[in-house]
């Protein structure tokens, strides 16, 4: 080795060796409650490495919303989410514990509210004193993963046993920020990284979950990294140092192997990748439209009591921010306009996995199959949504308080938002014909109220919208926007490639691949309609043919009912040409003219999975075969790939249990539901994606008498005051 790089190699290991006991030193410690807002560098989504602030990050803006503060908070509702106060009990608790008072040094994955026992729940009236409040716990310590519930009043601290399936715990925001910079104290990657062309300087590095191919796999928590450079640009995922990956041990921080394919592919330029507003040159931006916003001047009409129950129009619900699944809606009930009782529809819906398979089968890419709820916290990767833009004015905001690997607390601010919207729909409406001699107008206003989440996963960003409409329905959307994650080529025109090599995706820029893939996000709704005792029917639509002597008709179509026995009978692949309904009903309840109430699911978004089901990620992501299943309800099952699904194997799964077909007839069950999408990237993805939103209803079917907005009035003029621009001081 030549004398000048020897030294240079000594150096970078010493500054990264001080990188290294900077990162830990500032990692929370104390009883000190951090937020999210000043402290973004640490608790940052999919942390990169970056060796330098870059210019472009400096001076940002503050957020115009109220920070608010969390260390005197106290529970009202049972499912109100774990507070500071009972966060750092826990954490003393825990800390006097066999298991982590013997050891130098453990980490905790999670700690969320272990939920009462769902008919004390139900029982439970505001008023009452509150249930027994728990934890769950998952740690890892000394090599072993561990599920604890932790009792807050007693200080019990029960140890449960794990089983023996494959698979560790989500990881850490540790996890993810020491790997990033583990590299680095690897004098290969660093000399590649300089024979690549990059400085040091401008290195920004990713966590890459490695799923799981196979024995060698087994028995070590394992991470891949791949880098970029980010100089000149803000967007660096458009400048891959193509064909480098680094395999890593989670627990040691150790290099494993660094593979390195693309010496010959070159760095993107970072030309035209920036897409900052600040970035933009003033002759060059486009205005399209004038503002516009909807003004409320008497105010919002829902209301957050006690932090998490929402009272708007007819609904109420329960909402609360959890750092594996984002969002949680629960005890949603919607007022009958005819009794005025609140009636039970859920009693509790959110984001249970998604699975993002990559379709390149290439040494960088083969692995990037990522589950991002289980394996990097869909909630813990969800960031500040920023007033004006992500949500209107007048909405209301809503923060997470979460934890640090050491169980400090700490607050993402303005992760969820609630709000009323009005696009100019129409609730329902009809207008007479001139024929009929009735002048009859009759139009309604639609108004929904959504609650929403952005989560950014590194380059993507989904965000994560629960509608509520005044006629009962729930919607449930997905955008996916963000930056596509791309990959380097030696192509500058598509009129270079062979007609016999595949590129795996489309050339989106000169040297830019967008690679295809496929996004699965699977909603675990646990239904409760009218009681928790429901039944699935599949309602399908078949042909019947007429003889000529019966009608001048040769066809019509007839809806026949099945009602699903068990749980395999439940399991429902959508077809275009064989379409039915699919039903959840209480049989026990019925309508005056006899028909059972009940709620419909309405597919949207059904790309299907099309990997062979035999390929490691679609074990691993067996929840995806089917659209719709479901389940007899069982409180341990809510993660549909499973407890633990980092490195999982697939043995725990929705499509695992299912498989043991329990009864699920006039029984307590959940419904699953996967939203689907598949993307061939395209030029107008580049630099960043347009939002592409897909969504499915959840909607009464028997539910009401009639429909139930029947009597809600129209809009008059003097309900909506006239806005004017206020002359010129």
């Known amino acids: 080795m030549e004398t000048p790089n020897f030294f240079r190699l000594i150096f970078l290991s010493l500054f990264v060796a001080l990188g290294l006991l900077f990162t830990w030193s500032h990692l929370p410690s104390g009883p000190d409650l951090l937020d999210?807002?000043?402290?973004?560098?640490?608790?940052?989504?999919?942390?990169?490495?970056?060796?330098?602030?870059?210019?472009?990050?400096?001076?940002?803006?503050?957020?115009?919303?109220?920070?608010?503060?969390?260390?005197?908070?106290?529970?009202?509702?049972?499912?109100?989410?774990?507070?500071?106060?009972?966060?750092?009990?826990?954490?003393?608790?825990?800390?006097?514990?066999?298991?982590?008072?013997?050891?130098?040094?453990?980490?905790?994955?999670?700690?969320?509210?272990?939920?009462?026992?769902?008919?004390?729940?139900?029982?439970?009236?505001?008023?009452?004193?509150?249930?027994?409040?728990?934890?769950?716990?998952?740690?890892?310590?000394?090599?072993?993963?561990?599920v604890l519930t932790v009792d807050l009043a007693t200080s019990v601290v029960i140890v449960h046993q794990t089983g023996s399936h494959s698979g560790y715990p989500m990881m850490t925001m540790e996890d993810m920020t020491t790997a990033t910079w583990a590299p680095l104290a690897d004098a290969t990657f660093n000399r590649t990284i300089i024979e690549r062309g990059v400085d040091l300087t401008d290195l920004a590095c990713l966590p890459i979950s490695t799923g799981w191919y196979g024995k060698t796999e087994e028995n070590r928590r394992l991470i891949k990294v791949q880098c970029y450079s980010m100089k000149d640009t803000v967007n660096f995922y458009m400048r891959p140092i193509e064909g480098l990956t680094v395999l890593l041990d989670l627990d040691t921080k150790q290099v494993v192997e660094i593979s390195d394919k693309g010496a010959n592919i070159p760095i993107p330029n970072a030309a035209n990748t920036d897409y900052r507003f600040s970035a933009q040159k003033h002759n060059q931006v486009i205005k399209l439209l004038k503002p516009i916003s909807i003004e409320q001047p008497k105010g919002p009409s829902f209301t957050v009591e006690d932090d998490h129950l929402v009272k708007w129009a007819n609904w109420e619900f329960h909402v609360k921010p959890d750092a594996r699944a984002g969002v949680i809606v629960s005890r949603a009930k919607v007022r009958d306009p005819d009794t005025g009782v609140l009636r039970d529809v859920m009693y509790k819906g959110f984001?249970?996995?998604?699975?993002?398979?990559?379709?390149?089968?290439?040494?960088?890419?083969?692995?990037?199959?990522?589950?991002?709820?289980?394996?990097?916290?869909?909630?813990?990767?969800?960031?500040?949504?920023?007033?004006?833009?992500?949500?209107?004015?007048?909405?209301?905001?809503?923060?997470?308080?979460?934890?640090?690997?050491?169980?400090?607390?700490?607050?993402?601010?303005?992760?969820?938002?609630?709000?009323?919207?009005?696009?100019?729909?129409?609730?329902?409406r009809h207008t007479e014909s001139p024929i009929t001699g009735m002048e009859v107008r009759e139009?309604?206003?639609?108004?929904?109220?959504?609650?929403?989440?952005?989560?950014?996963?590194a380059n993507y960003d989904y965000i994560v919208d629960w509608e509520f409409q005044t006629d009962g329905l729930i919607r449930i959307k997905v955008g996916l926007s963000g930056i596509l994650m791309v990959k380097g080529t030696p192509y500058q025109n598509v009129n270079q490639v062979s007609g016999q090599e595949s590129l795996y995706g489309t050339l989106l820029s000169e040297n830019v691949i967008g690679v295809i893939h496929d996004h699965y996000i699977t909603f675990h709704l646990d239904m409760d309609v009218d009681g928790s005792d429901n039944s699935f029917v599949k309602v399908n639509l078949q042909r019947e043919q007429n003889s000529p002597s019966e009608s001048p008709r040769?066809?019509?179509?007839?809806?026949?009912?099945?009602?699903?026995?068990?749980?395999?009978?439940?399991?429902?692949?959508?077809?275009?040409?064989?379409?039915?309904?699919?039903?959840?009903?209480?049989?026990?309840?019925?309508?005056?003219v006899g028909n059972p109430v009940g709620y419909k699911v309405v597919p949207g978004g059904t790309a299907a999975s099309l990997l062979d089901l035999d390929d490691p990620p679609q074990k691993r992501g067996a929840f995806t075969n089917n659209q719709i299943w479901v389940t007899q309800y069982n409180r341990s099952e809510q993660w549909a790939g499973g407890l633990f699904v980092y490195q999982s194997q697939g043995e725990d799964t929705l499509a695992v249990w299912s498989n043991r077909d329990r009864e699920i007839e006039n029984k307590d069950i959940v419904v699953w539901y996967t939203l689907g999408f598949h993307h061939i990237p395209c030029q107008e993805d580049f630099p960043i994606m347009p939002t592409v939103s897909a969504s499915f209803d959840l909607k009464p079917v028997n539910f009401f008498e009639s429909n139930p907005i029947l009597r809600t009035p129209p809009n008059v003029e003097t309900d909506l005051p006239v806005c004017v621009v206020a002359a010129a001081a």
């Open 36 to 146: 999210c807002a000043t402290n973004s560098a640490w608790c940052t989504s999919k942390n990169r490495f970056q060796s330098k602030q870059p210019t472009h990050l400096k001076n940002r803006r503050n957020s115009p919303t109220r920070l608010r503060y969390h260390a005197s908070d106290t529970p009202h509702h049972p499912l109100d989410p774990l507070t500071v106060q009972e966060l750092n009990k826990i954490r003393t608790i825990l800390s006097s514990h066999p298991i982590f008072s013997t050891s130098a040094g453990y980490a905790l994955h999670s700690i969320e509210l272990e939920e009462p026992e769902k008919p004390l729940v139900l029982t439970w009236n505001k008023g009452d004193p509150l249930l027994p409040r728990k934890a769950s716990v998952v740690a890892r310590v000394k090599g072993e993963s561990h």
């Open 351 to 428: 984001t249970s996995e998604l699975f993002v398979p990559y379709m390149d089968p290439t040494d960088a890419w083969y692995f990037k199959t990522y589950m991002d709820a289980g394996e990097y916290g869909f909630g813990l990767q969800s960031m500040p949504l920023e007033p004006l833009n992500d949500c209107p004015r007048n909405a209301h905001y809503m923060d997470g308080v979460f934890v640090a690997a050491d169980g400090t607390p700490y607050v993402r601010s303005n992760m969820i938002c609630i709000f009323e919207s009005y696009a100019g729909d129409i609730g329902w």
């Open 443 to 457: 139009v309604r206003p639609k108004v929904t109220l959504v609650v929403r989440m952005a989560a950014s996963v």
């Open 554 to 592: 040769k066809s019509f179509l007839k809806a026949t009912r099945n009602v699903a026995k068990t749980e395999k009978d439940a399991q429902v692949k959508l077809k275009l040409y064989d379409p039915s309904e699919f039903h959840v009903i209480n049989p026990s309840k019925k309508t005056r």
